[in-house]
């Protein structure tokens, strides 16, 4: 999520405390771990998934969101477990390494390849 796709998020308008604010803006834009964050901050792991599971359904819900995002469910066997993390890592790290008009460029591509033929 871009700082400017948080901000619109407007969070001051609800009833999450300040700190949390904050810890959701780490996470959201930039890619802390909800893990570390919940210990610095001394919340439980289930306590951080919550905040973060509702901050996204609102990002969800908002009109206009442009997620870009696709959630999937994949049954792998356990062994696999460690290099699909891995990969999915990997993944997220050279995704910041290109800048933000290729992405979007590329991502406009796949769509358009993705589209069926009228």
Not at 1 to 7: I, L
Not at 71 to 88: D, G, M, N
Request: aromatic fraction near 6%; hydrophobic fraction near 40%; avoid cysteine.
């Amino acid at each position: 999520m871009t700082a400017e796709q948080f901000r619109r998020l407007r969070m001051q308008d609800t009833r999450i405390k300040p700190l949390n604010q904050w810890a959701l803006h780490e996470i959201f834009v930039k890619g802390r771990s909800q893990r570390a964050l919940a210990a610095e901050l001394g919340m439980t792991r289930s306590a951080m998934s919550q905040l973060v599971r509702k901050a996204w359904q609102r990002h969800l819900d908002r009109s206009g969101a442009d997620t870009r995002v696709v959630t999937l469910t994949i049954t792998i066997p356990a062994k696999y477990e460690h290099a699909l993390h891995a990969w999915v890592r990997d993944a997220y790290r050279s995704s910041n390494l290109l800048d933000r008009d290729s992405m979007e460029r590329r991502a406009d591509e796949r769509v358009a390849v993705m589209r069926p033929p009228a």
